[in-house]
């Protein structure tokens, strides 16, 4: 098991939240990559902030979206199509539309629309 899995989702949250704001996109838009993924609305989203989630529980309750397995491409050097563990490949999902985001491409790509 992943160190990362026992992490909470609100201690990384700000660290996507600057990632984006220093690259010119909003917080709304960081929202917005979440809740395409996860499907969570804003009230479950800071539900899961105020409680400390971890990783493991915070995409338990998921329902992630069904194009969500278009999502391609290297995180941290892995191809994220290429993940065995669901759930290291559900949260390398997330960094990568992060970095999606950040680097600047449209939201319709981002939300593979």
Not at 11 to 26: C, F, I, N
Not at 52 to 78: H, K, M, Q, Y
Not at 87 to 110: N, T
Request: negative net charge.
């Amino acid at each position: 098991m992943s160190r990362i899995f026992t992490v909470s989702f609100a201690s990384v949250y700000p660290l996507y939240v600057a990632k984006v704001e220093k690259k010119g996109r909003t917080k709304a838009e960081l929202d917005q990559v979440i809740a395409w993924l996860t499907g969570f609305d804003e009230a479950q989203l800071a539900s899961h902030l105020d409680a400390g989630t971890t990783f493991e529980d915070f995409f338990a309750d998921a329902r992630l979206n069904p194009d969500a397995s278009l999502i391609t491409g290297v995180v941290c050097g892995v191809r994220v199509e290429q993940i065995d563990d669901p759930l290291m490949q559900k949260i390398r999902y997330l960094d990568k539309l992060v970095d999606e985001l950040a680097k600047g491409k449209s939201m319709d790509k981002i939300l593979r629309s």
